[in-house]
C-alpha cells in the first residue's frame, strides 16, 4: 500500500489550499479514505473522511470549511480547504485503515501565517 501526498505549503489566514493523495496497491474504489492532522506538539487527529459511497464527515473545527473528494478512476482523493486559520497549521496524512492496520502518506506540511 502506498499513498503519495502533495499540495501542501505557506498560506495566508484565510487563504485556500487543495491536498491531494494519490492510492496505489489498494481497491481504492472501496475503501473509507481519511485525512488527518498532526500539529506540533500534538496527537494526530482525524479532520474528515470519505466512504466508498462518498458520504463524508468532519471534524467540528473544519465544518463548513474543508470539503473532501474522491476520483476513484484516478485512485486519488483530495482536500480543498479554505478560510483556513492559524490553528490549520500541520502536516497533513492520508490515511486509509485495511487489514487491521493504519496505512499512512508521508504528510504533507500547510503552514498559515496569521
Known amino acids: 500500500v502506498q499513498l503519495q501526498a502533495c499540495g501542501g505549503g505557506l498560506v495566508q489566514s484565510g487563504g485556500s489550499l487543495r491536498l491531494s493523495c494519490r492510492a496505489s496497491?489498494?481497491?481504492?474504489?472501496?475503501?473509507?479514505m481519511n485525512w488527518y492532522r498532526q500539529a506540533p506538539g500534538q496527537e494526530r487527529v482525524l479532520v474528515t473522511s470519505?466512504?466508498?459511497?462518498?458520504?463524508?464527515t468532519y471534524a467540528d473545527s473544519v465544518k463548513g470549511r474543508f470539503t473532501i473528494s474522491r476520483d476513484n478512476i484516478r485512485r486519488t482523493m483530495y482536500l480543498e480547504m479554505s478560510s483556513l486559520k492559524p490553528e490549520d497549521a500541520a502536516v497533513y496524512y492520508c490515511?486509509?485503515?485495511?487489514?487491521?492496520?493504519?496505512?499512512w502518506g508521508q504528510g504533507t506540511q500547510v503552514t498559515v501565517s496569521s
Open positions: 490515511n486509509v485503515f485495511l487489514r487491521s492496520r493504519h496505512y
Open positions: 470519505i466512504t466508498s459511497d462518498h458520504v463524508t
Open positions: 496497491g489498494i481497491n481504492f474504489s472501496i475503501n473509507t
